[in-house]
């Protein structure tokens, strides 16, 4: 079992920054993948960001390239998403989640086996 809790959540303006942070406890004998996730009301969820257990792989939605990095402590289950430039657009509560059983790919809910509570990031105009 794996529990992820995220926090740094918050309300900016437009073009501020914010950090999250996902602190996972549990099952973390080894580093595993790990992806931010966003889900805007009336919205499916969607990928923003994910990193390989050693952090060597990392991917990120192209909304996102260029604002915001995703990093992690090396050896840990702990994982950042830095939100820099952020738009209105970005507005959604995140998630962090948890690929534990290596599954291939990093884009999809089904791909991660555990998810936090989520966060509320609110960006205004």
């Known amino acids: 079992q794996v529990q992820l809790v995220e926090s740094g959540g918050g309300l900016v303006q437009a073009g501020g920054s914010l950090r999250l942070s996902c602190a996972a406890s549990?099952?973390?004998?080894?580093?595993?993948?790990m992806g931010w996730f966003r889900q805007a009301p009336g919205a499916e969820r969607e990928f923003v960001a994910a990193i390989s257990g050693s952090g060597s792989s990392i991917h990120y939605v192209d909304s996102v390239k260029g604002r915001f990095t995703i990093s992690r402590e090396a050896g840990k289950n702990t994982v950042a998403l830095q939100l820099n430039s952020l738009k209105p657009e970005d507005t959604a509560v995140y998630y962090c989640?948890?690929?534990?059983?290596?599954?291939?790919?990093?884009?999809?809910?089904?791909?991660?086996?555990?998810w936090g509570q989520g966060t509320q990031v609110t960006v205004s105009s």
């Open positions: 549990g099952r973390t004998s080894r580093s595993y993948a």
């Open positions: 989640a948890a690929n534990i059983f290596s599954r291939p790919g990093y884009e999809r809910v089904d791909q991660y086996d555990y």
